[in-house]
C-alpha cells in the first residue's frame, strides 16, 4: 500500500486585506444573493465573476420544486460567461451565501458540481481561477486554481 498526501494551498484574509477587485467582487456576490431564488432551501447564494477584459458579471442560485433541478449560482455565472462571453477567460470568482431573513453570512464553499464545471472552465481557458469565499467571521478566503479543493478531479478521460 501507497500513501499519498495531498495539499491545499488556501489563504485567509481579513477584510481589509482585500485589494479593491477582491473586495468589489464580495460586495457583488452580497448584492446578488438577495435576488437568489430559494423558496426550498431558504439558503442564499451570490456570486460574481471577474473576466479577463475587466467585466464583472454576477448571479445568484435559482431553485426548483424538483429538486435538485435547481442551478447553483457558481454554475449559472459560468454558463452565463461562456454564452455570451466565451474568449474572456474568467479569472476570479467570489461566493456569499446567508439564510433567508438572517443577516450574517455563512461560510460555504462550491459544492463538488460546481466544483467540477470550474475545473472544466480553468481547462477551456487553460488558466486556474482564483477563489474568494466568503466565511460567517467576515474573514475570506483565497485559493488560487480549484486543485487546491479538488485534488482528485475528474479532468481527462485518456489519463
Given at each position: 500500500?501507497?500513501?499519498?498526501?495531498?495539499?491545499a494551498?488556501?489563504e485567509?484574509?481579513?477584510?481589509?486585506?482585500?485589494?479593491?477587485?477582491?473586495?468589489?467582487?464580495?460586495?457583488?456576490?452580497?448584492?446578488?444573493s438577495?435576488?437568489?431564488?430559494?423558496?426550498?432551501?431558504?439558503?442564499?447564494?451570490?456570486?460574481?465573476?471577474?473576466?479577463?477584459?475587466?467585466?464583472?458579471?454576477?448571479?445568484?442560485?435559482?431553485?426548483?420544486?424538483?429538486?435538485?433541478?435547481?442551478?447553483?449560482?457558481?454554475?449559472?455565472?459560468?454558463?452565463?460567461?461562456?454564452?455570451?462571453?466565451?474568449?474572456?477567460?474568467?479569472?476570479?470568482?467570489?461566493?456569499v451565501?446567508?439564510?433567508?431573513?438572517?443577516?450574517?453570512?455563512?461560510?460555504?464553499?462550491?459544492?463538488?458540481?460546481?466544483?467540477?464545471?470550474?475545473?472544466?472552465?480553468?481547462?477551456?481557458?487553460?488558466?486556474?481561477?482564483?477563489?474568494?469565499?466568503?466565511?460567517?467571521?467576515?474573514?475570506?478566503?483565497?485559493i488560487?486554481g480549484?486543485?487546491?479543493l479538488?485534488?482528485?478531479?475528474?479532468?481527462?478521460?485518456?489519463?
Amino acid at each position: 500500500m501507497k500513501k499519498v498526501n495531498y495539499t491545499a494551498e488556501i489563504e485567509e484574509l481579513q477584510p481589509g486585506e482585500l485589494n479593491l477587485i477582491e473586495q468589489t467582487l464580495i460586495d457583488r456576490a452580497k448584492a446578488v444573493s438577495k435576488h437568489a431564488y430559494a423558496p426550498y432551501s431558504n439558503f442564499y447564494v451570490g456570486a460574481a465573476l471577474l473576466l479577463a477584459n475587466g467585466e464583472i458579471l454576477q448571479s445568484s442560485n435559482q431553485e426548483n420544486v424538483s429538486f435538485p433541478a435547481g442551478t447553483c449560482a457558481e454554475r449559472l455565472l459560468l454558463g452565463y460567461a461562456g454564452a455570451n462571453f466565451p474568449d474572456q477567460a474568467p479569472e476570479m470568482i467570489a461566493i456569499v451565501a446567508h439564510r433567508g431573513g438572517d443577516e450574517r453570512w455563512a461560510g460555504v464553499a462550491p459544492c463538488g458540481i460546481c466544483r467540477q464545471n470550474i475545473n472544466e472552465v480553468e481547462n477551456r481557458f487553460s488558466k486556474p481561477i482564483t477563489l474568494l469565499i466568503l466565511c460567517a467571521n467576515g474573514n475570506v478566503i483565497r485559493i488560487h486554481g480549484i486543485s487546491n479543493l479538488l485534488p482528485l478531479k475528474f479532468d481527462d478521460l485518456n489519463t
